[in-house]
């Protein structure tokens, strides 16, 4: 099973941290895994993207070409990249920022309200734990309890286990409501 992942959008928006989460999930689970960032020289505003590839065999490259799953959290980055998506491959929308859009008929597209869930969730900057909620759920290519141990023990890892209880928070809502 190979699952080649973009996740793309405007610098600021947790996207390099997304890829992460999920290449950190593929590892913790025994997956092979490559994560290739892509980012603009001015980080926060610019655009910003990472592949990830997810595989139980040996993974050649990590760049691809078609892709299975595209996470857009802005419209310009879904513009760029929605028509890598394989037919049958998913499309995640940020329908927070990007509204009023029509998309291919052989993808399945997930509009998830990245910003008011966030907030429910009492986590205002956690829409890509939104995202990665929602992911799970309609990819199945992680559990979601898999999931949040591995975020749970990323954030842990790398001194920022204040924010483990908001992120578990966030990832259940996009779970739970997309």
Known sequence: MLKEIICA???????????????YCAFETGSQFTWYPSYGSEMRGGTANCTIKV???EIASPLAKEIDILVGMSGP?????????RPGGYLFVNSSLVKDKTY???????M????????????????????????VKHTGIMSLEGTGAAIEKYFTE?????????????????????
Do not use: W
């Open 77 to 85: 980055a879904i513009d760029k990249f929605v028509g890598s998506i």
């Open 55 to 57: 595989s139980d065999e």
């Open 9 to 23: 959008g405007f610098g600021g928006q947790g996207i390099i941290t997304t890829g992460i989460l999920i290449s």
């Open 112 to 135: 998830v309200d990245t910003e008011a869930l966030a907030k429910e969730a009492d986590n205002p900057k956690g829409a890509n734990m939104v995202m990665i909620g929602a992911l």
């Open 158 to 178: 790398h001194g920022k286990a204040k924010f483990n209880e908001a992120n578990q928070r966030a990832l259940k809502i996009g779970y739970v409501k997309c």
């Open 104 to 110: 291919r008929d052989d993808i399945n597209v997930v």
